[in-house]
């Protein structure tokens, strides 16, 4: 119901708003993406158990390299609609087997993160905020020694929200600095993400 109601206000902002300016522009940003693991680590480590018949530690990396590409469309002076594809490096993660037949056994696990969003950017000057929605993917793998190995993927959508700040090299070139915070990655409510990154924008 939330991402309905969020969607319907994006929408009717673009349709209220008068329009005053009409300008396109693309860009690339990369930054450092960190996703809240602690339900992947638990359901991990507990289907590892229940397999291995013995305890086992875990860890997970908690950040890791993204970068995005998108395109934006101004449709007032203040107001810009903006869909974007972005894509983190892998997550990496370590078991080790403690007890049992098993004991001794290390495994790694790597998790990637892609997706697609849509938001609606509103600029204060050069600073803007922005809220719209995600519709993205975790790719799950974990390996064992002798090239054995167990995949997964989820899929879903959620909620995203953020601030920034957009600065002018040139008429046509401009830097982005921003935040973003996406809920429910892969429409998992307690796998959330926050994004810190900068970026450059061409204005057509």
């Keep these: 119901m939330k991402t309905k109601l969020l969607a319907s206000a994006v929408l009717a902002a673009l349709f209220v708003a008068p329009v005053q300016a009409q300008q396109t ?3 690339l940003d990369l930054g450092v993406a960190s996703v809240d693991r602690d339900k992947e680590l638990k359901e991990t480590l507990r289907f590892l158990r229940d397999e291995a018949e013995g305890d086992v530690s875990g860890k997970l990396d908690q950040g890791s390299s993204v970068f995005r590409i998108h395109v934006g469309h101004f449709v007032t002076d203040n107001l810009a609609l903006e869909a974007g594809y972005f894509k983190t490096g892998s997550y990496d993660g370590t078991y080790r087997v403690l007890s ?10 790597s998790v990637e993160v892609s997706g697609f969003d849509i938001s609606a950017n509103y600029f204060f000057g050069d600073f803007y905020i922005k809220g719209g929605l995600h519709s993205s993917k975790i790719d799950f793998e974990i390996k064992a020694p002798g090239g054995i190995s167990i995949s997964n993927d989820e899929s879903g959508t959620g909620f995203l929200l953020g601030a920034g700040y957009q600065g002018a090299l040139t008429d046509q070139v401009g830097y982005r600095l921003s935040y973003t915070y996406m809920d429910s990655i892969a429409g998992e409510s307690d796998v959330n993400s926050s994004i810190f990154a900068a970026g450059l924008i061409y204005k057509f």
């Design 25 to 27: 522009y693309i860009g």
């Design 100 to 109: 049992g037949d098993f004991a001794g056994l290390r495994l790694r696990s």
